[in-house]
């Protein structure tokens, strides 16, 4: 018998707030974190907006200066996440949980780009390679935030790094629920975190046509929006605690969700391009749907969208929806948090179900904002511009990555 998974804890770090309380008030108020870059210069970048985490001081998440100096900002800010999120569930390795019994699964769809940017060019100005850094590698791996999230907090059982570029944290979440739903672990920390918000990711992901060249960064972000040309790149982490029901119970701790249901296909379509047709996006839904034995006449549902706001990907979500849900889909109330929190690629899974799970849990559903001209092919209820209470009783949200790599998540309220 399968056990069951519930969320204990939640952290993060975004453009919309280093801690999950920022976040969803920013979400709910219609704020958009999305600005001009700062952190370097972007005259000769076809693109100056992003997503960049700001007014983070990452000494105050239980790491000191040694660490972040020798850290990718990736790990760094995995760690942030991670650090809220155990603070929040009360867990410790050796007290209230085997340590053997807690996995780390936090994954990164690139890993410690910033590192390899800086190393390369070192590389470049002198091909001995004596000024690489001895510590390149274990930077710029992408298990390595995960590694360090399991050092910090003694978690002795499985620790694995899932990279399936825009889907990553929510396969990752999906992929812990089954190891404590066939009885592998007792809790995991679980999700993702991306730095990549430099010039040469601008320009790579500008070059393959990926992201917006809109010069306003409060009305850049569009999806489901006619205007819409692209998505914003964004930096941050998303952490949430899974853990066995009966092993929160017994210990008294909050829980906020239970994550009832998981699918996951791929497209095997194309590199960039989603399925047009959206068969495999739509059976990815479904096998979530299915597994969260979701009730068309009792259940009242969120879909938090993968809303990227690129032409391709909205039309395709919007009929992979249609096709999932069949004539319940006028009933969904539907959103994309991208609007506000811009696409943080390998952590944005992670970002959106903490979305859904706080949407589960407060009776709100967050708006897409900028939705002023709505594309006649997504002609579902996006929640234009302005939250709206709802009580709803499951919480799904889509994730489709580069690779045509799918994953859906469903949440329930206990």
């Known amino acids: 018998m399968n056990k069951r998974v519930v969320v204990t804890g939640l952290g993060i770090v975004s453009c919309l707030g280093n801690n999950v309380r920022d976040f969803w008030n920013n979400l709910v108020n219609g704020v958009c974190g999305i600005d001009y870059i700062t952190e370097f210069p972007t005259e000769a970048l076809p693109v100056r907006i992003g997503g960049k985490v700001r007014n983070f001081d990452p000494l105050e998440y239980g790491m000191d200066k040694p660490f972040v100096r020798k850290q990718d900002p990736f790990a760094v800010y995995a760690m942030a996440a991670a650090w809220q999120a155990m603070s929040e569930s009360g867990l410790t390795a050796g007290e209230n949980i085997d340590p053997y019994r807690l996995s780390v699964y936090i994954g ?40 360090q999230v ?34 592998y672990a007792d809790a995991v920390i679980a999700g993702g975190t991306e730095a990549c918000t430099i010039p040469i990711g601008i320009a790579a992901f500008a070059n393959c046509r990926a992201l917006t060249r809109a010069e306003n960064p409060k009305y850049a972000s569009l999806p489901f929006n006619a205007n819409r040309g692209g998505f914003v790149m964004g930096d941050g982490a998303a952490v949430l605690i899974l853990e066995e029901y009966e092993h929160a119970r017994a210990r008294g701790a909050r829980i906020y969700a239970e994550l009832v249901g998981y699918g996951t296909t791929c497209d095997a379509f194309h590199a960039t391009a989603p399925r047009p047709e959206a068969e495999t996006q739509a059976e ?52 994309s948090t991208k609007s506000m929190h811009s696409h943080m690629l390998g952590a944005t899974g992670a970002a959106e179900a903490i979305a859904s799970v706080m949407a589960l849990n407060e009776g709100v559903i967050p708006p897409t904002i900028n939705l002023d001209a709505p594309d006649p092919e997504c002609d579902l209820d996006y929640t234009p511009n302005k939250a709206v209470k709802a009580d709803i009783t499951l919480a799904v949200s889509n994730s489709f990555g580069f690779g045509g790599h799918n994953a859906c998540l469903a949440f329930r309220k206990l």
């Not at 790094?161 to 009885?183: F, M, N, P, V």
């Not at 969120?302 to 069949?326: P, Q, R």
């Open 150 to 183: 399991a050092i910090k907090f003694g978690a002795r059982g499985s620790c694995l790094d899932i990279a399936t570029a825009c889907a990553t944290s929510a396969h990752t979440l999906g992929e812990a629920c089954r190891i404590i739903r066939h009885g």
């Open 108 to 147: 990164s769809g690139v890993g410690g780009f910033q590192s390899i940017f800086r190393e390369c060019n070192k590389m470049a100005d002198d091909p001995s390679g004596q000024w690489v850094s001895p510590g390149f590698i274990p930077t710029m791996i992408g298990n390595m935030a995960g590694a």
């Open 284 to 335: 990815c839904i479904s096998m979530a749907l299915r597994e969260a034995s979701f009730d068309s006449e009792c259940d009242k549902v969120y879909v938090n969208a993968h809303g990227t706001g690129t032409l391709m990907n909205d039309v395709a979500e919007t009929k992979a929806c249609k096709i999932a849900f069949g004539d319940y889909v006028r009933k969904c109330r539907i959103s």
